[in-house]
Protein backbone atom coordinates (compact mmCIF):
# COMPACT_ATOMS: atom_id res chain seq x y z
CA UNK A 1 0.00 0.00 0.00
CA UNK A 2 2.45 2.29 0.84
CA UNK A 3 4.18 2.09 -1.98
CA UNK A 4 1.52 2.81 -4.08
CA UNK A 5 1.08 5.77 -2.25
CA UNK A 6 4.18 6.72 -3.11
CA UNK A 7 4.04 6.27 -6.20
CA UNK A 8 1.18 8.52 -7.19
CA UNK A 9 2.38 11.05 -4.65
CA UNK A 10 5.74 11.13 -6.55
CA UNK A 11 3.49 11.54 -10.07
CA UNK A 12 0.63 13.17 -9.38
CA UNK A 13 0.34 17.21 -9.12
CA UNK A 14 -0.16 18.25 -5.57
CA UNK A 15 -3.78 19.20 -5.28
CA UNK A 16 -5.45 17.44 -2.88
CA UNK A 17 -4.39 15.03 0.20
CA UNK A 18 -5.86 11.81 -0.11
CA UNK A 19 -7.08 9.92 2.76
CA UNK A 20 -4.26 6.55 3.41
CA UNK A 21 -6.50 4.15 1.72
CA UNK A 22 -5.94 2.70 -1.84
CA UNK A 23 -9.16 1.27 -3.86
CA UNK A 24 -9.01 -1.39 -6.42
CA UNK A 25 -13.03 -1.86 -7.58
CA UNK A 26 -16.19 -0.77 -6.39
CA UNK A 27 -19.10 -2.37 -7.19
CA UNK A 28 -23.15 -0.24 -5.88
CA UNK A 29 -22.63 2.45 -3.43
CA UNK A 30 -19.50 0.22 -1.96
CA UNK A 31 -15.77 0.44 -2.40
CA UNK A 32 -13.05 -2.77 -1.94
CA UNK A 33 -9.31 -1.38 -1.03
CA UNK A 34 -6.62 -3.53 -1.94
CA UNK A 35 -6.94 -5.52 1.50
CA UNK A 36 -10.55 -6.56 0.82
CA UNK A 37 -11.75 -3.58 3.09
CA UNK A 38 -14.65 -2.48 2.90
CA UNK A 39 -15.65 1.36 2.33
CA UNK A 40 -19.52 2.68 1.78
CA UNK A 41 -18.71 5.54 -0.63
CA UNK A 42 -20.39 8.70 0.56
CA UNK A 43 -18.15 10.81 -1.90
CA UNK A 44 -18.50 9.19 -4.82
CA UNK A 45 -16.33 11.43 -6.67
CA UNK A 46 -18.25 15.09 -5.70
CA UNK A 47 -21.42 13.86 -7.01
CA UNK A 48 -19.53 13.25 -10.34
CA UNK A 49 -20.26 9.50 -10.07
CA UNK A 50 -23.55 9.50 -8.05
CA UNK A 51 -24.69 6.69 -10.38
CA UNK A 52 -22.69 4.24 -8.46
CA UNK A 53 -19.84 1.91 -9.76
CA UNK A 54 -20.08 -1.58 -11.87
CA UNK A 55 -24.04 -1.44 -12.01
CA UNK A 56 -24.96 -3.73 -14.96
CA UNK A 57 -27.77 -1.97 -17.09
CA UNK A 58 -24.82 1.44 -17.13
CA UNK A 59 -22.13 -0.74 -17.74
CA UNK A 60 -24.00 -2.67 -20.82
CA UNK A 61 -24.96 1.09 -22.19
CA UNK A 62 -21.66 1.96 -22.29
CA UNK A 63 -20.20 -0.97 -23.79
CA UNK A 64 -22.81 -0.51 -26.63
CA UNK A 65 -22.37 3.23 -27.42
CA UNK A 66 -18.39 2.71 -27.20
CA UNK A 67 -18.79 -0.07 -29.63
CA UNK A 68 -20.60 2.46 -32.07
CA UNK A 69 -19.60 6.11 -31.43
CA UNK A 70 -17.25 7.47 -28.49
CA UNK A 71 -17.22 10.78 -27.55
CA UNK A 72 -17.30 13.73 -30.31
CA UNK A 73 -17.11 17.04 -30.76
CA UNK A 74 -19.72 19.51 -30.59
CA UNK A 75 -18.55 20.36 -34.17
CA UNK A 76 -20.89 17.20 -35.38
CA UNK A 77 -24.12 16.65 -34.61
CA UNK A 78 -24.96 12.99 -33.26
CA UNK A 79 -28.14 10.65 -33.45
CA UNK A 80 -27.94 10.35 -29.72
CA UNK A 81 -27.97 14.30 -28.33
CA UNK A 82 -30.80 15.70 -29.77
CA UNK A 83 -33.48 13.24 -27.92
CA UNK A 84 -31.44 13.22 -25.14
CA UNK A 85 -31.89 17.00 -24.63
CA UNK A 86 -35.63 16.82 -25.64
CA UNK A 87 -36.14 14.32 -22.78
CA UNK A 88 -33.94 16.80 -20.44
CA UNK A 89 -35.98 19.51 -21.25
CA UNK A 90 -39.74 17.94 -21.23
CA UNK A 91 -38.52 16.45 -17.67
CA UNK A 92 -37.21 19.65 -15.90
CA UNK A 93 -39.56 21.88 -18.07
CA UNK A 94 -36.90 23.73 -19.45
CA UNK A 95 -36.50 25.10 -23.01
CA UNK A 96 -33.01 24.27 -23.96
CA UNK A 97 -30.22 22.82 -21.93
CA UNK A 98 -26.55 22.42 -22.08
CA UNK A 99 -24.95 19.34 -21.45
CA UNK A 100 -21.39 19.94 -19.72
CA UNK A 101 -18.16 17.34 -18.77
CA UNK A 102 -17.59 18.74 -15.11
CA UNK A 103 -19.64 20.75 -12.88
CA UNK A 104 -16.56 23.61 -12.88
CA UNK A 105 -18.09 23.63 -16.14
CA UNK A 106 -21.40 23.92 -15.69
CA UNK A 107 -20.87 26.71 -12.83
CA UNK A 108 -18.37 28.65 -15.36
CA UNK A 109 -21.19 28.47 -18.17
CA UNK A 110 -23.97 29.60 -15.17
CA UNK A 111 -21.78 32.59 -14.71
CA UNK A 112 -21.26 33.67 -17.94
CA UNK A 113 -24.84 32.97 -18.47
CA UNK A 114 -25.97 35.46 -15.85
CA UNK A 115 -23.53 38.30 -16.26
CA UNK A 116 -24.81 38.20 -19.90
CA UNK A 117 -28.32 38.38 -18.50
CA UNK A 118 -27.63 40.91 -15.91
CA UNK A 119 -25.47 43.38 -18.95
CA UNK A 120 -28.38 42.80 -21.53
CA UNK A 121 -31.60 42.27 -19.85
CA UNK A 122 -30.76 44.06 -16.47
CA UNK A 123 -29.06 47.16 -18.14
CA UNK A 124 -26.08 47.06 -15.61
CA UNK A 125 -23.17 48.91 -16.27
CA UNK A 126 -20.09 47.69 -18.03
CA UNK A 127 -17.61 45.73 -15.74
CA UNK A 128 -20.16 46.66 -12.80
CA UNK A 129 -21.96 43.06 -12.44
CA UNK A 130 -20.71 40.78 -9.23
CA UNK A 131 -21.57 37.62 -8.55
CA UNK A 132 -21.93 36.83 -4.68
CA UNK A 133 -21.20 33.06 -3.36
CA UNK A 134 -21.77 31.42 -0.35
CA UNK A 135 -18.45 30.51 2.19
CA UNK A 136 -16.87 27.62 2.14
CA UNK A 137 -18.34 26.51 -1.61
CA UNK A 138 -16.65 24.31 -3.73
CA UNK A 139 -17.73 24.22 -7.49
CA UNK A 140 -13.89 23.26 -8.86
CA UNK A 141 -10.69 24.45 -9.63
CA UNK A 142 -11.42 26.83 -12.67
CA UNK A 143 -9.39 29.98 -12.66
CA UNK A 144 -12.62 31.55 -12.14
CA UNK A 145 -14.20 29.28 -9.86
CA UNK A 146 -11.22 29.24 -6.85
CA UNK A 147 -11.44 32.74 -6.83
CA UNK A 148 -14.82 32.36 -4.63
CA UNK A 149 -13.47 29.97 -2.38
CA UNK A 150 -13.11 30.84 1.36
CA UNK A 151 -9.55 28.89 1.68
CA UNK A 152 -6.54 31.74 0.89
CA UNK A 153 -4.19 28.71 -0.81
CA UNK A 154 -6.95 27.82 -3.40
CA UNK A 155 -7.68 31.48 -4.39
CA UNK A 156 -3.55 32.19 -4.94
CA UNK A 157 -2.84 33.01 -8.37
CA UNK A 158 -6.92 33.30 -9.18
CA UNK A 159 -8.82 35.93 -11.56
CA UNK A 160 -10.11 37.39 -8.59
CA UNK A 161 -7.14 37.30 -6.29
Known amino acids: ?16 APLPVVLHSGAGAWLTDIHGKRYLDLMSAYSATSFGHGHPRLLAALVRQAGTLAMTSRAYYTDRLGPFLQRLCE ?6 ALPMNT ?3 AVETALKAARKWGYDVKGIAP ?3 QVIVCAGNFAGRTT ?3 GFSSEAQYRAGSVSN
Open 1 to 16: MEQLIALERTYCADNY
Open 91 to 96: MTRMDR
Open 103 to 105: GAE
Open 127 to 129: DRA
Open 144 to 146: TIV
